[in-house]
């Protein structure tokens, strides 16, 4: 008789998901690509069948907040239900029914309007039965206000409370720029690393021989309080956090937003173009100035003083002018302009005329409700490189393969890579030699094509008594 360990069998995850928009087609991408059973569903038959050809989905042609409709999806048997479509009250009913025709399933919603959401959350999860909200709103607000206290930061991520950070900058200069990742400790302190290099459409997972090329987007792994060090070796030493912010739009967004930050003791202009949404405005902002006019004017923003404003956000509905009013902003001498993309075939064109810094609500819900999905043992995800790679915590399971083995003996696929590990609250940036115990918080980055594969790493192996040779 022999002991012998063997991967315990569970059934594939299937995913309802409502709604074949751009938020909805990245999420079933992501989990198609992990080995999950996703079924499509929309009304619009060429969504459909264009998502279908690309992917390995099944595809429902329908009213995603019909009980017929759900039914034909297989809804009975999901695991979850994500509605996902630009209409709030779609995806409530769809989560509503979805509740009603199969309790067991977990049930997540897109809400954009916070009257839905602020102070319901007994209303939500108990009468209606949704499990989470995703308002990408939110999840944009906060990754602005980021960009604007750490000037050069294109992304930034918290991972194990804060204990590690995730600071993507574009390098374009300086003394890390040619120099081999096998020497990046001569130039930062050991305890920052590379995650990852965006050149171009590619992101590269990288290894000691690779090199850091003018241009790049640069994703470091750093332990706290390396950030000036890190923008000083980036050649961001010379930029101060913005304190004045003229935002172009007042939209959810842009309501959001400047609420935020006038709470946070910003200077703030609002301008708005519609007369109705500027009265409104002006009555539940009350440190903002709220001001109606075009932003797209040249006249009106010089009128308004934008070249004495550290920054300026354009959240218009239209991509075309956010891009329009960055660029006139820069050139009347505002430093930092953050600009709405809500197209993700205009980021190479955003970043080619100079305008780094953009920011797609779309991508903050896929990622919002990625965390929602990777829940148990992990606790948070975020996708990086137009969704080429995952940055994943998780607690390490005893009986995992990931755990009582030194990092270069894994064997982990080509494209991950561990990036820290936290252990009773202390921050580690490893080496080969370190060891994973069980109960640890570990940071991972992986291709989205390992991603299927890297997740086996950290599910717990179970041991059977089997007769055998």
């Not at 960009?147 to 890390?176: H, R, T």
């Not at 992986?446 to 059977?464: C, G, I, Y």
């Amino acid at each position: 008789m022999k002991f012998f360990f063997r991967r315990k069998q569970t059934a594939r995850l299937k995913a309802v998901i409502i709604g074949a928009g751009e938020v909805g087609v990245q999420v079933a991408d992501h989990l198609a690509s992990e080995d999950k059973d996703v079924v499509l569903i929309d009304t619009n038959a060429a969504a459909l069948r264009e998502a279908a050809e690309s992917m390995d989905i099944k595809t429902v042609h329908g009213q995603g907040d019909s009980p017929v409709t759900l039914k034909e999806s297989g809804v009975e048997r999901a695991d979850l239900v994500l509605a996902v479509t630009d209409s709030d009250a779609t995806n409530i009913i769809a989560c509503l029914f979805a509740n009603k025709l199969w309790p067991e399933a977990v049930t997540l919603a897109r809400i954009r309007n916070e009257d839905y959401t602020r102070g319901q959350e007994d209303l939500i999860n108990g009468v209606l039965g949704i499990n989470t909200l995703v308002n990408p709103e939110r999840e944009v607000v906060k990754v602005i206000e980021r960009m604007l206290s750490l000037p050069g930061i294109l992304e930034y991520n918290e991972f194990a409370d804060g204990l590690v950070k995730m600071v993507s900058l574009q390098v374009d200069c300086g003394p890390m720029v040619d120099l081999q990742l096998f020497d990046f400790s001569k130039v930062v302190p050991e305890d920052i690393i590379v995650a990852a290099i965006e050149r171009g459409d590619k992101l590269i997972v990288p290894s000691g021989q690779d090199r850091i090329l003018a241009g790049d987007i640069v994703h470091f792994m750093t332990l706290p309080g390396n950030m000036r060090v890190l923008r000083r070796a980036s050649h961001y030493y010379d930029q101060e956090p913005a304190r004045s912010v003229f935002i172009v739009g007042g939209g959810n967004t842009g309501f959001l937003l400047a609420r935020y930050l006038e709470d946070l003791g910003y200077s703030v202009k609002l301008a708005e173009v519609d007369e109705e949404r500027s009265l409104f405005l002006a009555e539940k902002l009350h440190d903002t100035l709220v001001l109606r006019g075009d932003g797209t004017d040249r006249f009106f923003l010089k009128e308004e003083n934008i070249g004495e404003m550290d920054a300026i956000v354009a959240l218009t509905g239209y991509d075309e002018e956010n891009v329009l009013i960055g660029l006139l902003a820069k050139s009347m001498g505002v430093g930092h302009a953050i600009v709405r993309v809500n197209k993700r075939e205009y980021h190479p064109l955003v970043e080619t005329i100079g305008l780094r810094f953009y920011v797609n609500p779309r991508t903050a819900a896929v990622n919002s409700i990625m965390r929602f999905i990777r829940r148990g043992q992990v606790m948070a995800s975020v996708t990086l490189g137009d969704d080429e790679g995952h940055v994943i915590e998780i607690i390490a399971q005893s009986g995992s393969r990931l755990v009582d083995t030194p990092l270069f003996e894994l064997g982990l696929p080509k494209g991950s890579l561990v990036l820290a590990i936290v252990r009773n609250g202390k921050a580690i940036i490893p080496t080969g030699q370190d060891v994973i115990l069980a109960g640890d918080r570990v940071i991972m980055l992986a291709n989205h094509r390992v991603m299927a594969k890297v997740e086996t790493f950290f599910t717990p192996l179970h041991t059977d008594l089997s007769d055998g040779e």
